[in-house]
């Protein structure tokens, strides 16, 4: 079986400016630099025919490149408990266009529809124990951005999960294109 997602990740600049913000938050697992990704659509796990025929689908997509820039952080909860933090993106409606034409094109194939509504971000750390407020490191990078940068491709990514938490190899490379 094979564990699989679409996502970006953005630029090397970008990533430090995001890793330099680590810490000061209780019981936070922060990402590492080979972490940090935009998740377009989780798909799971699928068999090996399956894994080829998303590869397949996934390289006859089309869509032109974009810009985009970090705006500001939150957070995501389960039953009121704080379980992420995450680095926002803004534009959001073409990253939200790429999102829904990778979802229908593996509708096509079969797989289940994205049920959640999907929020364009970075997740910076996640938290399994309740870690009280986030507040302060909330409101402390409130203000975050960064200088646009380019999504010129996007990544099929297997995830591998561990001990130390889960590890992600890219398996395709899908440049964008109109």
Known sequence: MHRLFVGFRPPPAIR??????????ASARWQDDEQLHCTLRYIGEVERPRAEDIAVALGSLRFAPFELAVDGVGEFDSRGRPNALWAGLRPQDQVT???????????????????????????????????GTNARFLQDHAGLTSPPFRVDAFLLFESH????????????????RP
């Open 16 to 25: 430090a400016q995001l890793q330099a913000l680590a810490g000061g938050v």
């Open 97 to 131: 266009q790429l999102h829904q034409k990778i979802d229908q094109a593996l509708v096509r194939l079969g797989l289940e529809p994205e049920r959640r509504a999907y929020r364009p971000h970075i997740t910076l750390a996640r938290m399994n124990v309740p870690a």
């Open 161 to 176: 999960l561990g001990r130390e938490g889960a590890r992600y190899a890219a398996i395709e490379r899908y440049p964008l």
